[in-house]
């Protein structure tokens, strides 16, 4: 199975400022077809997860500009370029490239 | 506009068999490269991939778990059934079904999942 690496756990963020979450995978997620399945997910307290960014850097339908996705290969970053209140949650990467799909352990957004 | 809620059992004893069931709206199983899928979350913890069912009839397994998972449709009555045999104490979570447009599009909706507590 490929191993999804998330770091920080856990990052306390000023409102307005920005916030990173690194995701690294065990091997390359790059699909036979070329593209690259990495998906990020929002989780907020008590809620289900969301779907953010779809293929490493595509905001899903309704997601606020201010979230963006980068990366390649085995490594990729989630930024969130201003928090705001409503960002807080456990962020998770999620690959979807090799069976069996796999997620990373979660990074806590909270605000300091 | 896609919704799914997932219903079934809260509370199971071990060895017993749990069976859930997800119904959703606002797309079909009948449609190429749609796909419904299984994540669990253990409270406090987090997601784990267990199972999908293309349109297709194809299903994809969580190895781990293979044994004991089964998967099936009903794509008259817009349902995936999920069934996990053999319950543990360890298989405690929040189990959530979320819907698969296409390769790009995994789990792009989901339900607001169901708690299922494993105790005697």
């Known amino acids: 199975d490929i191993v999804m690496t998330q770091t920080p756990l856990s990052s306390p963020v000023t409102l307005g400022q920005p916030a990173s979450i690194s995701c690294r995978s065990s091997?390359?997620?790059?699909?036979?077809?070329?593209?690259?399945?990495l998906s990020w997910l929002q989780q907020r307290p008590g809620q289900p997860p969301r779907l953010l960014i779809y293929?490493?850097?595509n905001r899903f339908s309704g997601v606020p500009d201010r979230f963006s996705g980068s990366g390649a290969g085995t490594d990729f970053t989630l930024k969130i370029s201003r928090v705001e209140p409503e960002d807080v949650g456990v962020y998770y990467c999620?690959?979807?490239?090799?069976?069996?799909?796999?997620f990373g352990q979660g990074t806590k957004v909270e605000i300091k | 506009q896609i919704t799914l809620k997932e219903s079934g059992p809260t509370v199971v004893k071990p060895t017993q068999t749990l069976t859930l069931t997800c119904t959703f709206s606002?797309?079909?199983?009948?449609?190429?490269?749609?796909?419904v899928g299984w994540i669990r979350q253990p409270p406090g913890k987090g997601l784990e991939w267990l199972a999908l069912?293309?349109?297709?009839?194809?299903?994809r397994f969580s190895p781990s778990l293979q044994s004991r998972l089964t998967i099936t449709k009903d794509s008259s009555k817009n349902q995936v059934v999920l069934t996990l045999t053999n319950m543990d104490p360890v298989d405690t979570a929040t189990y959530f079904c979320?819907?698969?447009?296409?390769?790009?599009?995994?789990?792009?909706?989901w339900g607001q999942g169901i708690l299922v507590t494993v105790s005697s």
């Open positions: 999620m690959q979807v490239t090799h069976f069996p799909w796999t």
């Open positions: 979320a819907h698969r447009l296409h390769m790009e599009l995994q789990f792009d909706y």
């Open positions: 069912i293309y349109w297709d009839n194809d299903k």
């Open positions: 091997q390359s997620l790059v699909h036979s077809d070329g593209n690259t399945y």
């Open positions: 293929r490493i850097s």
């Open positions: 606002g797309f079909s199983l009948r449609t190429s490269g749609v796909g």
